[in-house]
């Protein structure tokens, strides 16, 4: 029989990448909260859900307590809470959120979290050809914004998955509804394109905040770059779904040049 392989480190590169490639086919991986049995320390664990802390527990904060707010995101925070919050957080501390903080404090947090990543969520490297999309239109936009997903090293495509999700919710809940007794429920007025505004130029930066020029962007790309995220936080769950035929395609592909990565699968699931 074939080797057995427990550790992706085992396995070349080639083989390594396109076990990311698969990570993305599972509907039930995208969830966070499943069960991932041992926990073992890998350098590359494409199995693993690999979103920062401090991310998760702002999104989450904001889900439960900031989906009714009026104008998240755009209303002012107090300076001195969220310098608070970043530093327990970067000394590693287990921040806990609870209703007491305010959800303005959390929502800066996150933004200055993304805001201030050595390299941003979308790397550099690929900010020409994510822009390059917003040119294109129909499912031509989507399936080369698909492809460039699948360049995303494994940490920066769950954090970003992560916070279209979150996003993606926020938006859904922009538009006031009532509840069963008829009282209504104020909507928090941040649309997918509003969210695309404030979070755009945190995701996709050309250069590094320190070394851009006020006006550096101009205004092509400002709005290219809002029109981007904006297809990311709409079609969030489609995009990061491999097909089925792909799949089928790279077992196929797998199954005669490496069977050990087909075995890996199996003993993994």
Partial sequence: ?????????????????????????????????????????????????????????????????????????????????????????DRGLDVFLDEHQSVHDVAALLKEFLRDMPDPLIPRELYGAFLSTATMEGPAQLDTLQQLLFLLPPCHSDTLLRLLRFLAEVARHAESSWDPEGREIPGNKMTASNLATVFGPNILQKEKPGERDAGALNFEDSAAIILVLQRLIEHHHSLFM???????????????TDPDVIEYLLRRK
């Fill in 1 to 89: 029989g074939a080797m057995s392989v427990d550790s992706i480190t085992d396995l070349s590169d080639n083989a390594s990448e396109l076990l990311e490639a698969l990570q993305l086919s599972h509907p039930h991986e995208l969830d966070p909260r499943r069960s991932r049995g041992k926990k073992k320390p890998l350098s590359l664990n494409p199995i693993s859900w690999q979103v920062p802390r401090i991310v998760d527990r702002c999104c989450t904060h904001l889900e439960t307590h900031g989906l009714q707010t009026v104008g998240i995101f755009r209303v002012g925070s107090s300076k001195k809470r969220v310098q608070q919050l970043r530093e327990e957080f």
């Fill in 242 to 256: 491999v097909s089925a035929e792909m799949q089928c395609d790279i077992l196929r592909r797998l199954f005669q």
